[in-house]
């Protein structure tokens, strides 16, 4: 069962880890065989029949590529929601030129409480206006 002091771990990791641009606080929680789905998956990779990344390292590898490429964005997790494996994150964003965005993230975990799969969501509007 998720407790609320692994909620509240998982939500500084990926808040505090993403506004401090802190790829080793994102990954802490993650699991060597995590997966990891995003409709930007395709876009980095080239390959549109791509949309997930696997593995810890890889994952790592986006992560790390994705912050380069997004300075100045902040995060800011609204509301989080549990289940018995899962917990979800309700966010919002904003980029360095003042636009804002939402978003929705899965995140499935195992016996040990590492992340094993990772889902995000956003606006189909959002998400057309990027790819």
Known sequence: MITQ?????????????FNQYD?????EPIGTDIVFSSPFVARRTGDPRKVTVEGYDAFRDYI????????GIRYSI??????????????????????????VDYLRLDDAGKIVEWRCHYPQAFVDARL
């Open 5 to 17: 002091k692994l909620t509240a771990a998982l939500a500084r990791h990926w808040e505090d880890g």
């Open 23 to 27: 790829v080793d606080l994102v990954m």
């Open 64 to 71: 790390d590529d994705s912050m380069r490429r997004l300075p």
């Open 78 to 103: 609204e509301s989080s929601l549990v289940s018995t494996q899962t917990v979800v994150f309700v966010y919002g964003f904003t980029f360095a030129d003042g636009t804002s965005a939402g978003g």
